[in-house]
Every structure is written in structure tokens, then in C-alpha cells.
């Protein structure tokens, strides 16, 4: 994470997983319209 070529010994744990379908893209109110990749979406929700 902090990019120095050492282990930052990070981890974490997915409790939960909900799937939406193409629908939830036009509902206002769904915060996941991009396509987020790990450190992006860690960054933005957590």
C-alpha cells in the first residue's frame, strides 16, 4: 500500500456479498456505479 517493495502485512476479510443486476445502475441511490478496483474501492468505501 505504501509502495516501499516491503510486505505491509494487510489483510482483510469479506463478511458480506450482495449482487445487484443491471437495473440498480439507473437507481439514483446505488453507490457503485464505476468499475472500482481493490485499492480504488478501499480507498472511496472504507
Given amino acids: 500500500?505504501?509502495?516501499d517493495d516491503?510486505?505491509?502485512?494487510?489483510s482483510f476479510m469479506i463478511?458480506?456479498?450482495k449482487i445487484y443486476g443491471?437495473?440498480?445502475l439507473n437507481n439514483?441511490?446505488?453507490r457503485f456505479?464505476?468499475?472500482y478496483g481493490v485499492e480504488e474501492y478501499l480507498e472511496l468505501f472504507s
Avoid: C, L, T, V
Wanted: net charge positive; no cysteine.
Fill in 15 to 17: 463478511k458480506k456479498i
Fill in 1 to 3: 500500500f505504501n509502495q
Fill in 6 to 10: 516491503q510486505p505491509d502485512y494487510i
Fill in 28 to 30: 439514483s441511490s446505488y
Fill in 22 to 24: 443491471k437495473e440498480a
Fill in 33 to 35: 456505479r464505476g468499475k
